[in-house]
């Protein structure tokens, strides 16, 4: 196969899809795509942090060590206020949204992001990621944008992926037009396409869930986890849970199989925030033939009523999340 660069493959799906786009969108995926090399320049030192100076101390270039997660949100927060395409942003680590005023940025787009997922997983070296989730503004650029327009349907998300920090850097992103993958070759520092027209399998083989939390969960979540750990007459599904997202989201994505993080008495709307992890991670699996569902209602139909808003989330192979739902629904759910 041929070396493609994220960036060529970007223009060559524009031309193709639309052909009128005037740029921004390329230099927002542009900024978006140098803030995360950036991250996982970082993320890869991480070990080094006491030999490099300490979290909160002066290091060895006088530079002050923060915090990676802070890190990653300073990054990309500086970097999506100063490309000139996003007029307003949210963030998990921004408790309100960050609306650019018309005069720094007339941007068209809203860009949502988890600067870094599994943020658990730093201090014992296993992966981590960023996820994003991109909307267009849909009135005219030159008035001032309202934070209540940030709460978006959805299914109106212009592009979506993720960034994941592992043995590789990786990027995997929808437009909507299929789901592709490229592996970070650090001897050139591009992103080079490796997975291309990403598909998951309509069934798998392993399910994904913190299961230590039976003791919260309902009957018909039981009865689910249950399903996949002892199947009448098949072969037990086997339990992968990295507690990062984007690693187990990648997994399900590759191998098939499903990720969930339901409802419990302790989070009755589970953990995982809509907006820039449960809505971006179920348009790549739409996109990739897979399905996304709160155990209810489809991610994708859903619309927030606030920008941190939490859902349950069951996402995977298209037989596996329909399993799911049949359980839930049997249950009297839906
Ligand atoms: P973040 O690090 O961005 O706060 O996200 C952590 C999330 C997610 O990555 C993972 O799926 C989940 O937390 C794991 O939660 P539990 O430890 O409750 O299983
Ligand atoms: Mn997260
Ligand atoms: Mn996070």
């Not at 963030?91 to 870094?116: K, R, T």
């Not at 098949?234 to 990648?250: K, T």
Request: with cysteine; charged share 20%.
């Amino acid at each position: 196969m041929p070396e493609i660069t994220v960036t060529e493959h970007l223009l060559a799906a524009q031309m193709e899809w639309s052909p009128k786009a005037t740029g921004q969108f390329t230099s927002l995926l542009h900024d978006l795509i140098v803030s995360a090399k950036i991250i996982s320049r970082n993320v890869k030192q991480a070990g080094l942090v006491d030999i490099l100076g300490g979290t909160g101390e002066v290091n060895v270039q006088g530079e002050r060590v923060q915090k990676l997660d802070e890190f990653a949100n300073k990054t990309l927060v500086y970097r999506m206020r100063t490309c000139g395409a996003v007029c307003a942003l949210g963030s998990e680590e921004l408790e309100e949204p960050l609306i650019i005023p018309p005069e720094e940025s007339s941007g068209s787009y809203i860009i949502y992001f988890d600067p870094l997922d599994g943020s658990s997983n730093i201090d014992v070296n296993v992966s981590i990621g960023t996820i994003f989730s991109i909307y267009r503004r849909r009135e005219d650029a030159t008035e001032p944008f309202r934070a209540e327009r940030m709460l978006r349907p959805c299914d109106t998300q212009v592009a979506a992926g993720y960034f994941l920090y592992g043995p590789s850097t990786m990027m995997v992103y929808t437009t909507g037009h299929g789901v592709n993958g490229f592996t970070l070759d650090p001897s050139i520092g591009e992103f080079l396409l490796s997975h291309p027209n990403m598909q998951i399998a309509p069934r798998g083989a392993i399910y994904s869930v913190n299961a230590s939390y039976d003791r919260f969960w309902d009957e018909a979540t039981r009865e689910c986890v249950d399903s996949f750990c002892h199947p009448a007459g098949g072969q037990p599904y086997s339990l992968r849970y990295v507690g990062s997202l984007v690693a187990d989201f990648h997994r399900t994505l590759l191998y098939g199989g499903i990720f969930m993080y339901p409802a419990d008495t302790r989070k009755p709307d589970g953990k995982l925030r809509l907006m820039y992890e449960a809505a971006p991670m179920a348009f790549l699996a739409e996109q990739a033939g897979g399905k996304a569902t709160d155990g209810v209602h489809r991610i994708l139909d859903k619309t927030p009523l606030s920008i941190h808003e939490r859902t349950p989330l069951i996402i995977g192979s298209s037989e596996d999340v329909d399993h799911v739902a049949d359980i839930y629904r049997r249950h009297g759910r839906g």
